[in-house]
């Protein structure tokens, strides 16, 4: 058997970046299927991870404008996948949610994947489980704040599309 050379923290990062393509794809093959754009899954995944936040923090969140984020939850509205709901507490405020439709129709679409990470997860031991999830919070923090630092020092996606149109000829 020939000797496999360790692996190196290169090849770690292509990895994950290799996972992030996929995923993506994934995403876009679900989204296709499904008859929802891929940034409409994101929406959902965001405020099932996050519920009960405003379109201001969803915007946010997804790096997208204001009004990307009306424009997306109008339609996963329609759909019947988000609901809008005043805060009770500022009634100013509108809080976004995923409904139960939502699960129930997307959700299916991603039980084979979950289940291959459970048989996945299920040979690791608890130790070996523990760093996994500590990893990818890790990585999630250092991509977070790697976004955050750029853009502190960069233009905004609104200012950019508008740089865009006005030199387009």
Known sequence: ????????VTELGLLLWRYAQEAHRLQAAVGDQLDLHVTDLTCLAALTASPGITAGELAQRLAVTSGAVTRM???????GYVRRSVDPADRRRVLLEVTGAAVAEVGPAYQSILSD?????????????????????????????????????????????????????
């Open 117 to 169: 990470l459970a048989r996945s997860a299920a040979d690791c031991t608890d130790e070996q489980l523990r760093f996994l999830v500590d990893f990818m919070r890790g990585r999630i923090a250092a991509c977070a704040q790697e976004t955050q630092q750029i853009r502190q020092g960069g233009r905004a996606a609104a200012q950019r599309s508008r740089v865009i149109a006005t030199s387009t000829p």
């Open 1 to 8: 058997m020939p000797h496999r050379p360790e692996p190196t």
């Open 73 to 79: 939850t109008d339609r996963l509205a329609e759909r």
